[in-house]
């Protein structure tokens, strides 16, 4: 997990089908659909016994369908520090704003005095 640009290639597969099947798939499109999701992931379940067992996937059959290719870009943030920057800018602009307002005040009072004399 660095930040940055990365391309990851991730190969895919798809399952096999009857030779009937497979050339219905190409002149009418389509494909083979995996029926019960089980047979794809080594989820585990429990027996009559209570014994926890890996879902078998034997006698799946399958071939490389291509490669996807991911382009990623991936930066991090580091919110603590965020939000330190976020109240040091909110400060400073409190300070600037009651600075412009000393010097308005200034000013006024420069005015004010000029009038009189």
């Known amino acids: 997990m660095t930040a940055g640009y990365h391309q990851i290639e991730v190969p895919t ?3 096999r089908a009857s030779l009937d099947t497979e050339i219905h798939s190409f002149f009418l ?7 019960r999701m089980e047979e794809l992931v ?7 016994n209570g014994r926890s067992d890996v879902v078998n996937r034997f ?3 399958t ?3 291509g490669t996807i290719i ?22 400073q602009k409190e ?11 200034k000013y006024s009072l420069e005015v004010q ?4 004399v």
């Open 13 to 15: 597969w798809r399952p």
């Open 29 to 35: 499109g389509g494909s083979v659909r995996i029926q």
């Open 42 to 48: 080594r989820a585990q379940y429990i027996d009559s």
């Open 59 to 61: 006698g799946l059959e």
């Open 63 to 65: 071939e490389d369908a």
């Open 70 to 91: 991911v382009n990623l870009n991936i930066c991090f943030q580091n919110i603590e520090k965020k939000r330190a920057e976020k109240k040091k800018a909110t400060i």
């Open 95 to 105: 300070k600037e704003r009651l600075e412009t307002r000393k010097l308005v005040m």
């Open 113 to 116: 005095n000029q009038k009189k």
